[in-house]
């Protein structure tokens, strides 16, 4: 599902068709902002804290997670990549931690238009991941083996979204 070849010609074309927008990394490698909010990655601390206080056992859920990357992706020991370069060693890296829990990678797409979106957000990929519930998710993020892996996904993007959802019946 996070094969490196899969991001070639498709992660060409879309930075010949996106270069430029908000929310990417402005010259030295800064970021961005949307209307000049700050750009979001990780949760706050009141979301972490609704995400702690749901039902562990809550049946399975999928978590919709929207990607916008960096123009290039800077790690802390210098080197640097194309942000879905970054999140394409996170993908890799990820999998066993996610197999390890029970989840699973139910789609992987591209993002073409955001046809209903606030003026001037867009996304280069989407993935939705299934887990058996909440409680699985949180012993995966909460690994020390995840935490040293996740820097690809902190490196990688510029903006993200999840969003925890539950299938209806």
């Known amino acids: 599902m996070f094969e490196a070849g899969s991001a070639g010609a498709a992660g060409r074309r879309g930075r010949a068709r996106r270069g430029g927008r908000p929310g990417r990394e402005a010259s030295g490698g800064r970021r961005v902002s949307i209307r000049g909010r700050m750009p979001v990655i ?7 804290a609704a995400l702690t206080a749901l039902d562990p056992d809550m049946g399975p859920v999928e978590m919709l997670n929207l990607l916008r990357y960096n123009e290039r992706a800077a790690y802390p020991d210098g080197t640097s990549c194309s942000g879905r370069e ?5 993908g890799a890296a990820v999998l066993p931690h996610l197999e390890r829990v029970g989840g699973t990678v139910v789609r992987r797409a591209q993002a073409e238009l955001a046809f209903i979106a606030p ?12 887990y058996p519930n909440i409680g699985a ?3 995966m993020i909460m690994d020390p083996g995840y935490q040293q892996i996740a820097i690809h996904r902190h490196v990688a993007l510029a903006e993200a979204r999840l969003l925890i959802t539950r299938p209806i019946a």
């Open 42 to 48: 990780e949760p706050t601390h009141a979301t972490f």
């Open 86 to 90: 970054a999140y394409l060693r996170y």
């Open 119 to 130: 003026e001037g957000e867009t996304w280069d990929e989407l993935f939705l991941v299934r």
């Open 137 to 139: 998710f949180l012993r």
